[in-house]
């Protein structure tokens, strides 16, 4: 079992920079593939980054490739969402996700073996 724990959500401006956190806790976290999704109103949840375990490899969504990073810190069982020249269709509530697989690319939705509660990004247009 994983618990997992969003934190760093608000509100930003356009153009605007901001860091998301996913603390877990529970089984051990450096055997998780982490990723990133996110929810806006009346769409799917949708994946935008992921970090590999073992290699630390990244894989991105077309949509966020270049401004947003991601990264784990494994003795912290800590995942990051690095945020940059965030626009208004950035707003949507951010989900952390782990993966009992180790997946190369971007994690399906299917493979979601634990969920965060989520947090708010709100970018005004």
């Known amino acids: 079992q994983v618990q997992l724990v969003e934190s760093g959500g608000g509100l930003v401006q356009a153009g605007g920079s901001l860091r998301l956190s996913c603390a877990a806790s529970g089984d051990s976290f450096s055997r998780y593939t982490m990723a990133w999704f996110r929810q806006a109103p009346g769409k799917e949840r949708s994946v935008l980054a992921t970090?590999?375990?073992?290699?630390?490899?990244?894989y991105y969504a077309d949509s966020v490739k270049g401004r947003f990073t991601i990264s784990r810190d494994n003795p912290k069982n800590t995942v990051y969402l690095q945020m940059t020249s965030l626009k208004p269709e950035d707003t949507a509530v951010y989900y952390c996700?782990?993966?009992?697989?180790?997946?190369?690319?971007?994690?399906?939705?299917?493979?979601?073996?634990?969920w965060g509660q989520g947090t708010q990004v709100t970018v005004p247009s």
């Open positions: 996700a782990a993966s009992a697989r180790d997946v190369a690319g971007l994690l399906p939705k299917a493979f979601v073996n634990y």
């Open positions: 970090i590999r375990r073992g290699s630390l490899s990244t």
